[in-house]
């Protein structure tokens, strides 16, 4: 049986790892390398590392930090941030990531999905939506950061894209992120309905039972967390028990 | 020492089965020249991308040839891993009918969801049913997970030659053995402890 995922996400900004609240208030929590030895040892499911400024300052991803990173990461390792190219996608694949997730261009432009999985396959593209709540309701995309509005619809654009050829859809709420109150479940359940690729929720985990509830009420294939496993004492490996014991299939390690 | 030869066709990047293949004990080398197989006591070939290309790639730098001569002549120890095991096979359907190495019968074909619950791509960790027994998985506890990114599989695979099967989409072949030949649907090198067991024993075959 395919198992639940729980990936720690590292948030990359200015040559460190940080965590933020809403996507912002960011706090140093270490360095990269640092993180990746760490759980490596500890046999994590598989890591998503996202460079949160790239998009923002208008920069290309940091080839070399992935790369060094990625020699020491013999888990799965997902790369984000400032990915716009085919080019883009095709260097840090060579400097060793297994997926890329694209981000603010695939609001701009979903064709990009269709053009990068035909060349590379659909299991190495991994399309990250941030989305807020509206105040009437419903929910709304942002790019760069959660700083540009698009006003478009989280499903319908994950829907577009998994069309389009995205192998897995990175679901974030950026109301949720940092504030450790559990995952945005409506958002999460909302995608997971519209797709048929895996959906990884993000945003909010704050106790192993939101992953539990992402899960079983949200249909997510995966959770991703930073705050939990930066701030607390909490671990992947505690996490995946808790889920085991809810009858949830995990890796046991 | 052994020399490994991991085969480079261009596609992604080697450096981590290379790298978990130095951690394992072998002395591994990316190559993408023909010559370089000769000198090898094992070949890895390894792989993520499309079929076409890859296949594409192995038989303009001459180094299909090279596998062939080696694998089969030669009888030195080939490990094929993820799309690396697709190519082994006769054909593939993926994006357009294209031909293989055809050191394996069967083709490739596309997962088919059986039932709602199973999403394409067939995407982290999963385990295996062993059929038979053979020396890559010894050591390798029963039922323990190993990481999947792929949406083609391999079929018609002789019953002889299936070493492991996957419970997904109504179950797929996940490891294969033919005299000195061996595929995994999975990526060993991103398996952490028990896909570095299953590369040490590849290693010591």
């Known amino acids: ?253 | 020492m052994n020399k490994v030869a991991i085969v480079d066709h261009g596609m992604c990047n080697l450096d981590s089965i290379a790298r978990a293949i130095e951690k394992c004990g072998g002395e591994a080398h990316i190559t993408d020249r023909p010559k370089d197989l000769e000198v090898a006591n094992r070949i890895v070939l390894p792989g993520v991308g499309a079929f076409p290309d890859a296949m594409e790639n192995l038989e303009t730098a001459g180094l299909a040839e090279a596998i062939k001569e080696q694998v089969i002549e030669q009888r030195i120890p080939l490990l094929a891993v993820c799309l690396g095991m697709q190519l082994l096979m006769e054909s593939s359907e993926e994006v357009r009918e294209t031909k293989g190495l055809g050191l394996v019968q069967g083709t490739v074909k596309r997962l088919e969801p059986n039932g709602s619950q199973d999403r394409i791509p067939h995407m982290g960790w999963n385990e295996l049913r062993l059929q038979k027994e053979e020396p890559l998985f010894a050591g390798v506890p029963e039922g323990a997970d190993f990481y999947f990114v792929h949406s083609f599989v391999v079929t018609g695979v002789p019953d002889e030659e299936v070493v492991a099967t996957t419970p997904y989409c109504g179950g797929f072949v996940s490891a294969l053995a033919k005299d000195n030949i061996r595929g995994v649907q999975f990526h060993p090198e991103k398996s952490q402890r028990v896909g570095f067991k299953l590369l040490s024993n590849f290693l010591s075959i």
């Open chain 1, 1 to 253: 049986m395919l198992k639940v995922r729980v990936l720690p996400t590292l948030l990359f900004k200015d040559h460190g790892l940080v965590k933020g609240i809403g996507f912002d208030s960011w706090r140093r929590v270490g360095t990269a390398m640092q993180s990746v030895k760490v759980y490596n040892m500890r046999e994590v499911d598989e890591l998503v590392f996202v460079d949160i400024m790239a998009t923002r300052n208008g920069d290309s991803p940091d080839f070399e930090t992935v790369d060094e990173l990625a020699d020491e990461c013999f888990m799965p390792l997902t790369v984000g941030g400032g990915v716009r190219t085919v080019d883009d996608v095709r260097r840090l694949l060579m400097v060793g990531a297994d997926k890329v997730a694209l981000n603010s261009v695939v609001a701009e432009d979903p064709s990009v999905v269709g053009e990068i999985a035909s060349r590379f396959g659909s299991q190495c593209v991994v399309v990250s939506i941030d989305a807020r709540v509206k105040p009437d309701g419903g929910h709304e995309v942002f790019t760069h950061s959660g700083t540009v509005a698009t006003g478009k619809d989280p499903v319908q654009l994950a829907r577009e894209v998994a069309d389009l050829g995205a192998g897995e859809i990175l679901i974030t709420s950026i109301d949720r992120d940092g504030t450790m109150k559990g995952y945005d479940l409506e958002l999460i359940k909302g995608v997971t309905e519209a797709v048929a690729v895996p959906v990884i929720a993000s945003g909010g985990a704050g106790t192993y039972e939101d992953m539990a509830r992402a899960v079983t009420e949200g249909g997510a294939s995966a959770v991703a967390a930073a705050s939990i496993f930066h701030f607390t004492e909490q671990t992947p490996r505690e996490a995946k028990q808790y889920l085991a014991s809810k009858g949830i299939a995990v890796r046991r390690t």
